[in-house]
């Protein structure tokens, strides 16, 4: 696999206008407004501050493309107009399309069960609350962990060389999971190069937020809405994930070219 790439994109890779420790400092700026918002959830449950610090994580960002001498977001794949919300619509309408079909899946062998439906409107009111909440945290990752990142190294891998180091970046990034055991860690990985195909070819990152973003909506419907439990089948539901995940790859790598091509993104 080559490592080295030359072609070129919207996104001028800023390292050769600016020092490898400006790139480590802006990473760690954005990394500690993410996970001072992981903490405040994780040990101290408060709604208000972690959703107030994940949208920290975009003004932070600016001003990171700011003093390193980019005009704004655009630097990091987050330039937005009509084909770009096209984007974020096909692949938020994907990810609720394939995270949905493998939820059904794992009902229907018994990995997992329902053991709580609430009525039509409480999942109705639930589910919107979900994906309004879900929505900053999944920008706040990929922003973290795939644009800051490509907007640095674009140029300097290939599509699949950034591709594996996002990857395992974002594998890093999940710090609380990382002794959760191999499938966790597999899932993880499998996750993230699902999520960064679209990226390296529509040189965009909004296809991403919406795959991201369906995903956490499913996730907290299952768990939170429905109240999905651990089923009677000895089938490890990581691996049905990681299965679908993969599968989800292949569909993003076919439909992000097509988009880029059609589109006419560079």
Do not use: C
């Amino acid at each position: 696999m080559p490592l080295v790439q030359t072609t070129s994109s919207p996104i001028t890779s800023i390292t050769s206008r600016r020092s490898w420790g400006a790139v480590l400092a802006g990473y760690l700026a954005l990394a500690l407004t993410y996970h001072a918002a992981e903490y405040a959830m994780r040990f101290h449950q408060h709604i208000p501050l972690f959703l107030g610090l994940m949208l920290a994580v975009v003004p932070v960002a600016y001003v990171v493309a700011r003093l390193q001498g980019f005009p704004g977001l655009k630097a990091w794949g987050m330039q937005f107009n009509k084909k770009y919300a096209l984007l974020l619509l096909v692949g938020l309408s994907l990810g609720l399309l394939v995270n949905g079909l493998a939820l059904a899946v794992r009902l229907w062998m018994g990995i997992e069960v329902v053991s709580l439906v609430p009525d039509t409107a409480t999942v109705l009111t639930q589910t919107l609350l979900f994906a309004v909440g879900t929505f900053l945290p999944s920008l706040a990752e990929d922003i973290l962990t795939r644009g800051y990142l490509f907007g640095h190294l674009q140029g300097k891998l290939s599509k699949w060389g950034f591709v594996l180091v996002s990857s395992a970046v974002y594998v890093l990034n999940h710090i609380h999971s990382l002794d959760d055991g191999f499938a966790a860690l597999a899932y993880l990985f499998a996750l993230s190069i699902m999520l960064t195909i679209p990226l390296v070819y529509t040189k965009n990152l909004w296809y991403t937020v919406g795959a991201h973003w369906a995903g956490n909506i499913v996730y907290r419907l299952g768990q939170d809405v429905l109240k999905v439990e651990e089923g009677p089948s000895t089938f490890p539901g990581l691996w049905e994930l990681i299965i679908f995940v993969l599968l989800f790859a292949a569909v993003n790598y076919w439909v992000s070219r097509r988009m880029a091509k059609n589109l006419r993104l560079r």
